[in-house]
């Protein structure tokens, strides 16, 4: 079945940049989506941003647009979440996520069918 690790994720002083990586293997499939979601403690999952498969079309939070950047490589393949200027608001276990059939860009939570393990991202004030 289709894997997804995250890596990147750490401690950064608020300002501060990372790049999340997420490494995709075992993929039977074409043309899917791929989003990142964070979740911080005692709150719900939140989307962050969404990718389509010509990377054509991007999609974010208002919370993040203007400082996090969305981008792909479908040879690898990999998505990848630049992040810059990071506010403590930001510190959250960050998903990366494939919607395998997509019916609707960008897609709704419950329509994405794999989801990686996470990594912790920490911003300090």
């Known amino acids: 079945q289709v894997r997804l690790v995250e890596s990147g994720g750490g401690l950064v002083q608020a300002g501060g940049s990372l790049r999340l990586s997420c490494a995709a293997s075992r993929l039977t499939f074409s043309r899917y989506a791929m989003g990142w979601f964070r979740q911080a403690p005692g709150k719900e999952r939140e989307f962050v941003a969404a990718i389509n498969w010509r990377s054509d079309i991007t999609y974010y939070a208002d919370s993040v647009k203007g400082r996090f950047t969305i981008s792909r490589d479908n040879a690898k393949p990999m998505v990848y979440l630049q992040m810059n200027s990071l506010k403590p608001e930001d510190t959250a276990v960050y998903y990366c996520?494939?919607?395998?059939?997509?019916?609707?860009?960008?897609?709704?939570?419950?329509?994405?069918?794999?989801w990686g393990q996470g990594t912790q991202v920490t911003v300090s004030s």
């Open positions: 996520a494939v919607d395998a059939v997509v019916a609707e860009f960008p897609p709704g939570i419950n329509e994405y069918d794999y």
